[in-house]
């Protein structure tokens, strides 16, 4: 049996479709919200004049403002609850609760791919560093302890 969930943004503001999640901090305090393109121009525009005089608070680097792919990182339940579904019929070890794996996520999200979901993992081949047995068969000189070395010299 073949089942398809869908997730679809709203707006927020008036219910119509959202084209995407905005997020944004106000007295130290972090919101996220669902809107339109028009909604979202909208917010960002009365946001301009005051984001272009204001400085920059913390040190947000290029890895913090990277998209993250937990499961807290804007999905709702009902998809998490999709992803785990769709990843046990599809024979993937995958846990009731907490983080999601980001293999599982990647294959969840390239389903629709025929290639990547049928392509199997990749397994690097493990390389073994070679030995120098020419160099092995040398005896090595024996260590001596300083009282033979000062009874034989």
């Not at 503001?13 to 972090?30: H, N, Q, T």
């Amino acid at each position: 049996m073949a089942q398809i969930t869908e997730v679809r943004l709203l707006d927020d503001l008036d219910g119509g479709e959202a084209a995407e999640s905005v997020s944004f901090s106000l007295d130290g305090k972090s919101y996220e919200i669902d809107l339109s393109e028009k909604h979202a121009a909208a917010l960002r525009d009365a946001f301009a004049p005051f984001v272009s005089s204001a400085r920059r608070a913390g040190g947000t680097t290029a890895a913090a403002a990277r998209p993250r792919m937990s499961t807290r990182a804007g999905r709702p339940r009902a998809e998490t609850a999709a992803i785990r579904e769709w990843a046990s019929a599809n024979g993937m070890e995958v846990s009731a609760r907490g983080r999601i794996s980001s293999t599982v996520l990647e294959a969840y999200e390239n389903r629709g791919n025929a290639t990547a979901a049928a392509a199997a993992p990749v397994v690097e081949p493990v390389v073994e560093p070679v030995v120098d047995t020419a160099a092995e068969a040398e005896p090595k000189p024996k260590r001596r302890t300083r009282k033979k070395a000062a009874a034989e010299g």
